[in-house]
């Protein structure tokens, strides 16, 4: 089965820097379009940023376009979201994800179209 591992989440005062990585497993990795979601207390969970199976293709939320960048290495199953000049809005609760489907970009306002990990939380304190 699809599994998703998120780490690199913490604490970080504003116009800090993270990076979190996403471990999948599972299946073949590199066939699969990969996401990341966030969550702050009391909102829906939102959009961030998508990537194509290949790399080729990527999709940033406007909050967060030209602040973070989403990479993937296909050789480590893995995809990172690097997360420049953080501000105390970027407090959430971040969520790797994959698309059900091989060869596809999913939904990015869908869901259900998806495998999630557990979620990191990531705090940015003003």
């Known amino acids: 089965q699809v599994q998703l591992v998120e780490s690199g989440g913490g604490s970080v005062q504003a116009g800090g820097t993270l990076r979190l990585s996403c471990a999948a497993s599972?299946?073949?990795?590199?066939?699969?379009?990969m996401y990341w979601f966030r969550q702050a207390p009391g909102k829906e969970r939102e959009f961030v940023a998508a990537i194509s199976w290949t790399g080729s293709t990527k999709s940033y939320a406007d909050p967060v376009k030209g602040r973070f960048t989403i990479s993937r290495d296909n050789a480590k199953n893995t995809v990172y979201l690097r997360m420049n000049s953080l501000k105390f809005e970027d407090t959430a609760i971040y969520y790797c994800a994959q698309c059900r489907d091989a060869g596809r970009i999913c939904g990015l306002g869908q869901f259900e179209d998806k495998y999630w990990g557990q979620g990191t939380q990531v705090t940015v304190s003003s």
């Open positions: 599972g299946r073949t990795f590199s066939a699969y379009s």
